[in-house]
């Protein structure tokens, strides 16, 4: 897959067959249209494009949107890639560019950077300033200028609608399984270790402490939870905790993972760690005794789920 930072640099030689939208968790209701974009454009002898925006449209038009999404854009474009589509065009979204019409964004963006011969979209797309023209525009400007406009039903586009909200509303219950059944794959928490209090060193935990740039990305539901994580192309298993450290009175939230039978320096390191399963509720102990405890317990059964996985 190419990846492209704005549409105005695609390499148009190739004509397109092309779908457009946000594709956030890249899910199971979205990889059944990648899938229809792939083989149209097999069919056809296309190229297979995604375009997609970035900033999300509400974080540039409504500024006090405190949207949050399923990936940040580095995990988009990782999961896109696995699934076989020629290209992906990321486009800044700005002012300047919310403001072109729907003739101009046709003109400028499908037609002249991108070359498209064919359109696969959803039978509610809104595209052009206001965002004031639908499915049947662009048909018509599709009769004009010689591309077809295929469109996703309803029911199809209703079935993506619903995965996002129930993956969304399932990370804030902290349902990691439920999420990941809609998502196909494990949702993923991808960032930078830091120092930090070392408080897990001083329970007999060490910790690796999470930070994640992104402040747009969804935090699941408070709580410890399985995890696992790639590092160095080996694959450990540990347990997370996301939450404050009430016990010690702590304050600010955190993402603190202890890996299990690993020895290893991660400090400034970026890692990507995939959650598996809840265990329970972030909880405030009457003793760091009691914590401890705690914390063997979720152990035992980290282990035991993870010897369930074999």
Known sequence: MKLYNSANTYDNNTPTVVTIGTFDGVHIGHKKIIERLIESAKRNGLNSVVLTFFPHPRMVLQQDSNIKLINTIDERIQILKNTGLDSLVIHPFTKEFSRL?????????????????????????????????????LASYGIQNDFTVEEISKQDIDDVAISSTKIRQAL????IS?????????????GKVIKGKELGRKLNYPTANLHIAEDYKLIPKKGVYVVQAKIDNKLYFGMMNIGTNPTVNGTQQSIETHFFDASFNLYDKKIQIEMLKRIRDEKKFDSVDQLQEAMQNDEDFSREYINSLV
């Open 101 to 137: 019409t729907a003739g101009e964004y046709v003109q400028q963006m499908l037609l002249d950077c991108l070359n498209i011969r064919h359109v696969i979209i959803g039978y509610d797309h809104r595209f052009g300033r206001n965002r004031n023209s639908n499915i049947t525009d």
């Open 172 to 175: 804030l219950e902290g349902d």
């Open 178 to 190: 439920r999420a990941n059944m809609y998502l196909g794959y494990n949702f993923m928490l991808t």
